[in-house]
Nanobody
Framework: QVQLVESGGGLVQAGGSLRLSCAAS????????MGWFRQAPGNQRELVAH???????NYADSVKGRFTISRDSAKNTVYLQMNSLKPEDTAVYYC????????????????WGQGTQVTVSS
């Protein structure tokens, strides 16, 4: 079991920036993927970005060039730097941990945090 605690959400104007943090504890896989997904009311979950224990990253087309994911393995923490935020980025953002990127959105195989609200005003 992995526990994930997110922080850093909030209200920001369009064009602004926020940095989300996710601290992991518990039975963390030595080879793993961690990522952020978001869900807005009425929308499907969208995997925004992920990073593997080897350092490989991947981003959704909707955030490429604006968001950056990074991790501090010593602290078991992953970050999401969000720049040039748009109103359509408004959602609850969740941190996820799994053995591989393709498992991050599959609840039986992944651990999720409680989520943090990001609201971007126009």
């Amino acid at each position: 079991q992995v526990q994930l605690v997110e922080s850093g959400g909030g209200l920001v104007q369009a064009g602004g920036s926020l940095r989300l943090s996710c601290a992991a504890s518990g039975s963390i896989f030595s080879i793993n993927a961690m990522g952020w997904f978001r869900q807005a009311p009425g929308n499907q979950r969208e995997l925004v970005a992920h990073i593997t224990s080897g350092g490989s990253t991947n981003y959704a087309d909707s955030v490429k060039g604006r968001f950056t994911i990074s991790r501090d393995s010593a602290k078991n923490t992953v970050y999401l730097q969000m720049n040039s935020l748009k109103p359509e980025d408004t959602a609850v953002y969740y941190c996820a941990h799994a053995r591989a990127p393709n498992l991050l959105l599959l609840r039986p195989f992944a651990s999720w945090g409680q989520g943090t609200q990001v609201t971007v005003s126009s």
